[in-house]
């Protein structure tokens, strides 16, 4: 099995999982990391809308939970037959953890359907060395 098919399948086991009540809207997102482990992860909402959690966010808490810092690619599956790309902040916690080759897949329930580099999703992005400007 591939990456990209081991990270899609374990997105969508999230996705599957992911507690939506309100929105009616399932996001699931794995992330490869530089160890070669898969982090998953669902979003979860709370009645009051502002506490509840993306996919993308569990799935990088779950990789730094373990100790890695590196992703190597991520996939995002949504419901719908729209691509979803990540949130804004969703794209800034992707890049906080990615490198030039990082890729973003972006899937529905029936697979990965687009793919791009973090830069093309976030061009002009807040980096670390924008702290000290």
Do not use: W
């Not at 939970?65 to 719908?80: C, F, P, Q, T």
Request: aromatic share 8%.
């Amino acid at each position: 099995m591939s990456n990209q098919d081991a990270l899609f399948n374990t997105a969508l086991a999230c996705y599957n999982h992911a507690y939506a009540p309100y929105s009616n809207f399932a996001v699931g997102a794995a992330v490869l990391g530089s160890n070669g482990k898969i982090y998953g992860g669902c979003n979860v909402e709370n009645v009051s809308y502002p506490c509840g959690t993306c996919a993308e966010a569990g799935a990088i808490a779950a990789m730094n939970a373990d100790g890695e810092r590196l992703i190597k690619e991520i996939v995002v599956v949504a419901s719908g037959t729209d691509l979803i790309t990540p949130c804004g902040a969703c794209l800034q916690r992707i890049f906080e953890f990615s490198d030039s080759s990082t890729l973003v897949h972006l899937a529905t329930t029936d697979g990965i359907k687009k793919s791009y580099k973090i830069a093309e999703l976030l061009p002009v992005s807040f980096a670390e060395e924008s702290l000290r400007k």
